[in-house]
């Protein structure tokens, strides 16, 4: 099996957050998905598991934050360009997401972000990755 990668999210509501994942992008997988809880693939390595907050809380003893009022994660998605990054916000806007801030520009890497329905931080972003380590050497000379 290649590695991949589950990330799992408890919302509020699942139909109306497989409706905004599949506005950006995702895509429903069936295979993994019922009343309590979708699961979005972004690419063969990537999912998001989007669970119904009480089944979410049959994984875990801890309390469940409300991550409209509370951080605990900021996920990022890489793209090949800028076009890119201002698609999936866009998308996630015209969804009902929130924009956190402006988008971000440092010259080699230029970034976004926002919220789905459930306050969870997304930021999609891209990097030249040789300017990248060229200003990171410049700045520890």
């Known amino acids: ?84 990054v201002d698609a999936i916000t866009e998308a996630a806007l015209a969804a009902g997401g929130r924009e956190l801030h402006d988008p971000e520009d440092e010259g080699y890497m230029y970034s976004r972000a926002f919220e789905d329905l459930d306050g969870h931080g997304w930021g999609p972003f891209t990097m030249d990755m040789a300017a990248a380590e060229a200003a990171h050497a410049e700045g520890a000379a």
């Open 1 to 84: 099996m290649p590695k991949m990668i589950f990330v799992n999210l408890a919302v509020a509501d699942v139909p109306a957050a497989t409706r905004f994942y599949e506005a950006i992008g995702f895509v429903k997988d069936g295979r993994f998905s019922n009343e309590r809880g979708s699961g979005m693939t972004w690419s063969e390595s990537i999912h998001v598991m989007l669970l119904d907050r009480a089944f979410y809380a049959t994984f875990t003893p801890k309390r469940i934050i409300d991550a409209k009022t509370e951080s605990g994660v900021l996920l990022a998605l890489s793209f090949d360009d800028r076009a890119g």
